[in-house]
């Protein structure tokens, strides 16, 4: 009989978002009329048609696909010079970041990348991630042998957990200690909170003392509306020596569904082997990447390239303000409701504080049952999540105006 992966069974329940559903199907099949009125704004998922930019070079790539001269089979595994070159051209030379086309690996999600990540890094390295946490960080340390168990609490040991709170605005302090890779979300999820320039010197100036590698997921940037913040770990003088940032089309270009995101290494990133001789990061991804995934097809990195056209980056800015429309919206019925409530501003999540005494979960059943609301209870993103939930502001404009009525219909 084959042996299993045993760090499988340290994983605790399900993932957060399968347990939701699972949740949210046991309601509906009991309720099936108040199913018809429920309105989601649990997982992170878009709503909105994909821009019409995309869609005319979806459709001319199908077109190509069709003819045996402009038909392509296999493409580069870290993916087409044209996205990769626009990519480098819009989102970091043009804001004046050195990143070079060649330093970007084009993939099928950041939630991929996130966890395969660890594929390039050995055994007991010393691991930090902020808490409350987007899962999958957590849970991919887990499967692949980073941790010991969990605690009561849900805690693993082995992991640093940076907590995250509304005294530290849910930046974490510097560790007072050295670990060798640190987990960094900015623009956040699920708080919705953003760092400052300062906050990431501090973070980079931290990593160069200690050889820290900083795993910075800025999958949501696009939505940071606030000039003085940064978008980039790259905007920091240094983080190319300590960092691999991490992006997505998800979000703001509303590829959920199509799936194209990517991932930046720069050639000057270094690790360690055993026996201490330094080690370039970039070719150790570039053979991982060539290994194990064959590329994003053709027609999707077409439809990502043409959110860079000028109608593509005037469609992406629309579905933006039509997403930060709705976080304003929930916002504002959030505090009108009387509870205390961050993010919002220059992210697409709310992160709500609970009434007294009521915990996460007791919250997400409250909505759920008396006003037909999917929520993400905040316990699932860490210890430090509990008494908290976070609302998603992807959704049409009228559902999210029914979702403030409900609320305030709550209060």
Not at 243 to 250: G, K, N, Y
Request: some cysteine; proline content about 5%; hydrophobic content about 40%.
């Amino acid at each position: 009989m084959a042996l299993i992966n045993e760090n499988f069974l340290k994983l605790k329940a399900g993932y957060l978002f399968p347990e939701i559903a699972r949740r949210v199907k046991v309601f509906t099949d009991g309720n099936p009329e108040a199913a018809k009125r429920l309105i989601r704004c649990g997982i992170g998922d878009v709503t909105e048609a994909l821009p019409e930019a995309v869609r005319y070079a979806m459709h001319e790539a199908v077109d190509e696909m069709g003819d045996r001269k402009s038909f392509k089979g296999y493409g580069p595994e870290q993916g087409y010079d044209f996205l990769r070159n626009a990519i480098a051209d819009n989102d970091f030379n043009a804001r004046g970041i050195e990143v070079d086309a060649d330093e970007i690996f084009i993939s099928d999600g950041s939630k991929c990348d996130t966890g395969n990540i660890l594929d390039i890094f050995g055994r007991g390295n010393k691991i930090a991630i902020t808490d409350p946490v987007y899962p999958v960080y957590v849970d991919t340390n887990v499967m692949i042998g980073n941790t010991g168990d969990a605690d009561e609490n849900g805690a693993y040991a082995g992991l640093t957990y940076l907590k995250c709170n509304p005294s530290n605005g849910f930046v974490p302090e510097i560790p007072t200690e050295r670990v060798d890779i640190a987990y960094l979300c900015y623009p956040n999820n699920p708080t919705g909170a953003v760092a400052t320039r300062t906050q990431l010197e501090a973070w980079v100036a931290y990593a160069l003392k200690n050889d820290t590698i900083l795993l910075y997921d800025s999958a949501y940037e696009a939505f940071i509306r606030d000039p003085e913040l940064p978008h980039s770990i790259f905007e920091i003088p240094g983080a190319r020596d300590c960092a691999i940032e991490f992006r997505s089309f998800s979000k703001n270009g509303g590829f959920t569904g199509v799936r194209c995101a990517f991932v930046v290494i720069p050639k000057s990133l270094k690790g360690k082997t055993a026996s201490g001789e330094t080690q370039a990061i970039h070719p150790l991804w570039s053979r991982r990447h060539s290994t194990k995934f064959n590329g994003a097809s053709y027609i999707v990195q077409k439809g990502a390239e043409a959110l860079y056209s000028p109608e593509g980056k005037s469609q992406t800015r629309a579905l933006i303000e039509h997403y930060m429309g709705n976080a304003a919206l929930l916002v504002q019925a959030c505090k009108d409701a009387g509870l205390a409530v961050y993010g919002g501003e220059n992210a697409p999540y709310v992160w709500v504080q609970c009434p007294a005494g009521v915990t996460s979960w007791q919250m997400f059943d409250k909505m759920l049952n008396e006003a037909n609301v999917v929520i993400t209870p905040g316990s699932g993103f860490g210890s430090a999540g509990e008494g908290y939930f976070r609302i998603s502001a992807f959704n049409s404009r009228a559902n999210v105006e029914e979702v403030c009525r409900r609320i305030g219909a709550l209060a």
